[in-house]
Structures are given as C-alpha cells and as structure tokens.
C-alpha cells in the first residue's frame, strides 16, 4: 500500500526525492496539484501528504476541505514553508499537521513516517482507552464523546492518546515534541499549546465529560478524570 503523497509541480523537487527515495520498494506517488490527488481512485489508501507550499493557499485550503468534508485521516503536511512565525501559525491553527521548511527536514520526517507506518502495520491488536465519557480506538484514530464520533487529525490523535495512556501523570512538552513531532521542544512549543487548545475544544474537555486535560505549569500538560463532583481521580482508565 503506499502512504506517501507529493503534491508539487517544481520538477526540482520531483527530482531530488526520487534521487533520494526511488530506490525503495515503497516509492512515494507524485501528483501536480489537489484536484489530480483527490481524483486518484486510491486517495484513501495514502497516510501522509506533502503538499508544496509554492502551490498557493487556496490549494491548501482546497485539500483541508476535503480532509473534513470527507473525515479522512490524513496527515498534511506543507514543505517550502518560508520561515516566518505567521505564516506557520496560520497554517497550523487552520489544522495542517505539520510545516517544514527545507528538503533535509521533508526526507527526515518521511523516514520517521515509514518507520511508524510500518510499526503499526505489525501490530496486530486492536488498542482502545477509555476515561470517563471517552473512547479512543488506535486502529482507526478514532474518538467517541458520549457517543459521538470526533474528528481528529493523526497528530491530534497522537497526543491525546500519549496522554490518555498516561492518565493523571504529568507529561512534558520535551517529551510530546519528540514523540508527536520527532523534534527538539525549542521547534515545537507553539504547535503544542495550538494543538492542545483545539483538542480541548474539539471534545469539550473542560470537566463537561468527566475528563480535562490540565496544563501544569513548567511541566506540560496532564489528562485527569473527575467524579461526578468534579473530583479528580485516576483510578479509572480502562485498556482494551
């Protein structure tokens, strides 16, 4: 199956992933803009899509569209971004899972994707978290809230079952970077505290469905779950 997409027309680029990835047994699939990508009859089939930042905006917005629309799990990521704070925040409050800026940084994430990609795929059980009124389930990175199904991005999903997994213990910033975003913290803050603000927003945790995620101050953020009180307790997660 293959998992990797570009979404480029700079034959530059084209060129030099192919020089460098070509080799493999799972060579990345090459597309010119969106709309060639979408109309691919296998579009479902593909994890993680670099799309060419030089492309324009409303190509981008053109595929978070159909990443929502359709309740795709793809993990978006724009290459060639300049290296301007705004425009990063922008991309990433707009929900692109990651940016970078230089062909060195694209074939370091591509490699780490193939590594997870194929960790996933040798595992066979299917994991699932439950706390409070929430439900987790690895396979498909999919949330349920009071039955509910919610819509997370890949790196969504990562964090908040980082978390989960680890109710009511303090996870730091250093240790979400390097496990969510394969980076150092100093690269990563903003996308951190950007992507937790849209977690707790998309399901509503703030106390309403018996679980938070607290920030902890200069130590990163903790999930907990309340009793009907609004009591934390960390006594009732369940695995499956």
Known sequence: ???IAFVSNSPNLIKF???????????P???ENVDSFLRWEQ???ILTVFLDFDLGRRQIDHLLRYVTTHRNSHTIVVA??????QIRNELISKG??????NSLQMLELIDKIKIESSRTESTAAVASIRIGDILLRRLNRS???????ILLTEKEFQLLWILASRLGENVGRAELASSVWKRPMEFCVHSIEQYVHRIRKKLSLDGRHNVRIKTVYNGGYRIEELDRSG?????KKCFA
């Not at 692109?96 to 800026?101: A, S």
């Not at 949330?143 to 199904?149: K, N, P």
């Not at 009591?231 to 006594?235: R, T, Y």
């Open 1 to 3: 199956m293959n998992r």
């Open 17 to 27: 992933v192919l020089l460098r990835l070509g080799h493999q047994t799972s060579s």
């Open 29 to 31: 699939l090459f597309f």
């Open 43 to 45: 579009v479902s089939s």
């Open 80 to 85: 060639n971004v300049p290296r301007v704070d």
């Open 96 to 101: 692109i899972d990651d940016v970078i800026f």
């Open 143 to 149: 949330a349920t809230v009071a039955q509910q199904d």
């Open 231 to 235: 009591a934390s307790d960390s006594s």
